[in-house]
């Protein structure tokens, strides 16, 4: 089964930056997304990547701030943060799917493993 972990989050003031990271245990490799869930809000798909890295997907609040990779040799995900916003302030999650369905989906019934989340706090 393919377990995943993230780790990277803490707390930041507006503007800084931050790089979340999520180990990947699994056999092969897999698109992947970060996905991200504030205090009573609904979760919301932040960025996405094809299974081998080469092409990315934003939502429009994230464009031109974060940047998504990978690196399946070392199987982690990364999600770099600049320009941190309040409004950025969340649970963050990695996902994975599984499925070999289609790439890039911001929507979280695309990924069918989730990893346990790592707090991002943003303060103004």
């Known amino acids: 089964q393919v377990q995943l972990m993230e780790s990277g989050g803490g707390s930041v003031q507006a503007g800084g930056s931050l790089r979340l990271l999520c180990s990947v245990s699994g056999y092969r490799d897999y698109a992947m997304a970060w996905f991200r869930q504030a205090a009573g809000k609904e979760r919301e798909g932040v960025a996405s990547?094809?299974?081998?890295?080469?092409?990315?997907a934003y939502a429009a609040s994230v464009k031109g701030r974060f940047t998504i990779s990978k690196d399946n040799a070392k199987k982690t995900l990364y999600l770099q943060m600049y320009n941190l916003k309040p409004d950025d302030t969340a649970m963050y999650y990695c996902?994975?799917?599984?499925?070999?369905?289609?790439?890039?989906?911001?929507?979280?019934?695309?990924?069918?493993?989730w990893g346990q989340g790592t707090q991002v706090t943003v303060s103004s």
């Open positions: 996902a994975a799917d599984a499925t070999n369905g289609p790439s890039l989906s911001l929507q979280g019934h695309s990924y069918n493993y």
């Open positions: 990547i094809s299974t081998s890295g080469g092409s990315t």
